[in-house]
């Protein structure tokens, strides 16, 4: 029973909590960003590039080829899939990346800019020194004589 009580305890504890939500959050955050790179930004890039579309783009490395069969059925060659990198999808999920990421450096900026504003001033200096300060430097002025 010890355990379950330890385990409840950390699963609400505030920090976990506050990790899920910004998960889940982040989840769809990076859902939206797909689709506004996919049905919006992809599309001018590929308006600008003379109608490429970089979902399709890839480096062909072996060409597919299709199961030869004889009369019978019976296949003599079998089928071959495509062999090819697919850097169009790359860039489109690279351009994803950067916006995600440029996205987390602004929040993260405005939560340090929230902090700063948040520390409060230094308490003002004494005028002068303090009693015992005095004392100690009367101290030494007497025994300089």
Do not use: C, H
């Not at 959050?25 to 308006?47: E, H, Q, T």
């Not at 199961?67 to 019978?72: G, I, P, R």
């Not at 450096?105 to 230094?122: H, S, T």
């Amino acid at each position: 029973m010890g355990m379950l009580k330890e385990f409840k305890a950390f699963a609400v504890r505030g920090n976990l909590v506050d990790t899920a939500v910004a998960f889940v959050m982040g989840a769809s955050f990076g859902k939206i960003v797909s689709s506004f790179v996919d049905g919006m930004v992809m599309p001018l890039v590929g308006m600008l590039t003379g109608g490429v579309d970089f979902n399709d783009k890839k480096l062909v490395l072996q060409d597919a080829v299709a199961a030869v069969k004889d009369a019978s059925g019976v296949v003599v060659t079998p089928e071959v899939t495509e062999v090819s990198v697919k850097y169009g999808t790359f860039i489109t999920n690279l351009i994803d990346f950067i916006i995600v990421a440029f996205a987390v450096f602004l929040v993260i900026k405005a939560i340090n800019k929230l902090k700063k504003a948040e520390e409060p001033a230094p308490a003002p200096e004494e005028k002068g020194p303090s009693s015992t300060d005095a004392l100690l430097m009367e101290i030494r002025d007497a025994l300089k004589k």
